[in-house]
């Protein structure tokens, strides 16, 4: 097998993708950060949770402008929807809170200087037992 294409074992984490994963977590879409921080798990809960909130509220936000036209246009009263809203807002919360928590556990495992140990090398520092 060609050199290129055999795997390299993954860079610990640094302290600037660590800081880069968290204004990505909390300022533009959470998962996203955690992701690059390779934690797939959460990253892709994450993420799954918030693009299910943020579609929930634009589904919500669809049928009230909907209902709105419908009425503008003597159309009947437009039932309401606003638990489809409150739903979305709460589940995008929760990813949001989840994207908090993980960035803080990447801050605090990268303030304390210990460097975030590849996904995989459990058993490659370990010391042979006589």
């Known amino acids: 097998m060609k050199a290129s294409f055999q795997r390299r074992p993954p860079r610990p984490l640094d302290r600037s993708t ?3 994963s968290v204004l990505i977590n909390q300022l533009a879409t959470p998962g996203l950060g955690s992701l690059l921080a ?3 798990v959460a990253g892709t809960g994450q993420l799954l949770l918030a693009v299910a909130g943020f579609a929930m509220v634009v589904g919500w936000f669809v ?3 909907i209902g709105a036209y ?5 159309g009947p009263e437009p039932r309401p929807m606003g638990w489809l809203g409150e739903a979305g807002a709460l589940t995008f ?3 949001w809170l989840w994207a908090l928590i993980t960035s803080l556990s990447l801050l605090r495992q ?4 210990e460097a975030l140990p590849p ?5 490659q520092n ?3 037992e006589a």
Request: net charge positive.
């Open 126 to 128: 370990r010391k042979p």
């Open 63 to 65: 049928t009230v402008m």
């Open 38 to 40: 390779r934690r797939w």
């Open 119 to 123: 996904l995989g090398s459990e058993n």
């Open 110 to 113: 990268t303030k304390a200087g």
């Open 18 to 20: 660590a800081r880069n």
């Open 93 to 95: 919360a929760a990813a």
């Open 70 to 74: 419908r009425q503008l246009n003597g």
